[in-house]
């Protein structure tokens, strides 16, 4: 049910961008215009990540993400009815707020179900919604558009959400109260949930200052921060990309969904890796910065992108990079419960995808600058943008395989050991 939430999230979010070309051309947008609406979303996607974070942790992963799924869904409908510049920039709001709820639930949701050795691999098959919903995106936006108009191509795939919700609330329980699992189950998640310390019943969330002081959350704060924005220039700006790069998106729609394959299968190789080398007895932190060291490294493929104009090699160096990007994504998703208790799972979920959010902000502005202060070289206008793509997640490996360690907040067992 997580990954089906994700890949509807991602089928709402991606039909903006893959329209546009063709919006660009009939309202007359440049790229910063573009930038400007696509930042709308991320401002509110950015601040909401902590609020719903909280909001999660307060009221539970069933109700929270059923509200927040229900009105993501009726605003992307709603979207059919824009009518310019400042319409599409209010409904891409709102949007962002109401999609901003999913990571943080299902982090939780993860945290409250599964034990350690599984949750890398939990966390990869509902991440790998974003790469499953990317690609079924490109179909199913362009082939209504192309039939239809882009007007259907906005509220036809908005009602999915209606559908999940009416599987979701009658499927997902918290595992104390589930009516459908053995109590060796039960007691097998309980026991793992509450370990090391304090009994899962009677901890407290850990409050904010307190949160922020801890190199524990900076870790998966950073984890975000630096590797989010350049998946999103993928998501965002790759149609925009293929035209600068003088490519037909008819016929270059393969290179719009090879790379989100590939993320897809990145996922699960980060899960599943992650998960193989603790059961061969490696301690929990060191298997994961192992997976985050492959994921910095593998991101740099974006940087020869710039010597080629092919489609196939585009999309191949692409491909690597996300699949890259992906493992590393599926540890940055995992670190809020790996090292925190259940109780503030999705608060350090929530600031970090403020944090990714905010800095995927700066960097929309500037590559919507950049891009059109170099419009005039053609094929060439996104080089400095793609080579810092792929600088910055190198960077994000070193600060995080600093930061995960355990601290006197581990002794004192205010964050899980690693």
Known sequence: MLLLSTIINYIDRQTLSLLAPYLKLEYHWTNTDYANI??????????????????????????????????????????????????????????????????????????????????????????????????????????????????????????????????????????????????????????????????????????????????????????????????????????????????????????????????????????????VLIKRGWPLGRARKAVIVFGGLGVTMLMPTVFTSRLSVIALLFALATFSYAAFSTMANVLPSDLFYSESVATVSGISGTAAGLGTIVAFKLIGHFSDARQAMGGHSFDPIVIVAGLVPFVAMIIVLFLIRNSEATRQGLVRSV
């Not at 707020?97 to 691999?121: D, H, Q």
């Not at 009416?166 to 499927?171: H, S, V, Y």
């Not at 524990?216 to 975000?224: D, F, I, R, Y």
Request: include cysteine.
């Open 38 to 275: 696509v930042i709308g979303f991320r401002i509110a996607y950015s601040l909401g990540q902590t609020v719903f974070g909280r909001f999660m942790d307060r009221i539970g992963t069933r109700r929270g993400l059923s509200l927040t799924v229900l009105f993501y869904s009726v605003v992307s409908v709603l979207t059919c009815l824009a009518r310019g510049f400042y319409s599409f920039a209010t409904f891409r709001f709102l949007l962002g707020a109401g999609e901003s709820g999913n990571w943080p639930a299902a982090t939780k949701a993860v945290s409250e179900w599964f034990p350690k050795r599984e949750r890398g691999l939990a966390t990869a098959l509902f991440d790998s919604g974003s790469s499953v919903g990317g690609a079924v995106a490109a179909w199913l936006i362009l082939w209504i558009y192309f039939r239809w108009g882009w007007r259907p191509a906005f509220a036809i795939p908005g009602t999915l959400g209606f559908l999940w919700l009416i599987i979701w609330r009658r499927l997902y329980h918290p595992p104390e109260t589930h009516p459908r699992i053995s109590p060796a189950e039960r007691e097998m998640i309980l026991s793992d949930k509450g370990e090391g310390g304090t009994p899962a019943a009677t901890r407290d969330p850990l409050g904010w200052r307190l949160l922020l002081k801890l190199p524990q959350t900076w870790a998966a704060v950073l984890a975000k921060a630096l590797t989010d924005p350049v998946w999103f220039f993928v998501t965002d700006w790759f149609p925009i990309y293929l035209v600068a790069k003088g490519i037909e998106l008819r016929t270059g729609l393969i290179a719009i969904w090879i790379p989100f394959l590939a993320a897809d299968f990145g996922n699960f190789f980060g899960g599943w890796i992650s998960g």
